[in-house]
């Protein structure tokens, strides 16, 4: 079965494992965790001195509760975004976590991920 046509369940297992290690990796500001398992073009565009600012200029992004629900899958081309339900240890309310999957080279790689 093509990546795009499996279900939503079948793309929670793979996605939220990808989901918890930037979330684990972004409350260490940890770049090589991180970034481990971006494509080549995300790669690219996230480099360690623009994401060490992020970090040091959005304390959400270093407080992020280990858990997190996803919402819902939505398919476009050759990707998937999978939309989380995210909260802070520190900060009240709910986030919006957003993770975009796709394969390169035969594997699952994060094409895109941002939370607000």
């Given at each position: 079965?093509?990546?795009?046509?499996?279900?939503?369940?079948d793309?929670?297992?793979?996605?939220?494992?990808?989901?918890?290690?930037?979330?684990?990796?972004?409350?260490?500001?940890?770049?090589?965790?991180?970034?481990?398992?971006?494509?080549?073009?995300?790669?690219?565009?996230?480099?360690?001195?623009?994401?060490?600012?992020?970090?040091?200029?959005?304390?959400?992004?270093?407080?992020?509760?280990?858990?997190?629900?996803?919402?819902g899958?939505?398919?476009?081309?050759?990707?998937?975004?999978?939309?989380?339900?995210?909260?802070?240890?520190?900060?009240?309310?709910?986030?919006?976590?957003r993770?975009v999957?796709?394969?390169?080279?035969?594997?699952?790689?994060?094409?895109?991920?941002?939370?607000?």
């Amino acid at each position: 079965m093509e990546f795009i046509e499996k279900s939503d369940k079948d793309i929670f297992d793979i996605a939220n494992p990808l989901w918890l290690d930037l979330v684990k990796s972004s409350n260490k500001n940890d770049y090589g965790g991180f970034t481990k398992n971006f494509s080549e073009t995300f790669l690219m565009g996230a480099n360690e001195v623009e994401i060490g600012k992020q970090w040091a200029n959005n304390k959400l992004l270093s407080t992020l509760k280990e858990e997190a629900n996803p919402i819902g899958c939505l398919r476009r081309d050759e990707h998937i975004t999978v939309i989380y339900k995210q909260k802070s240890t520190e900060f009240p309310g709910d986030y919006l976590g957003r993770l975009v999957l796709g394969m390169e080279y035969e594997a699952v790689k994060i094409f895109g991920a941002t939370i607000f």
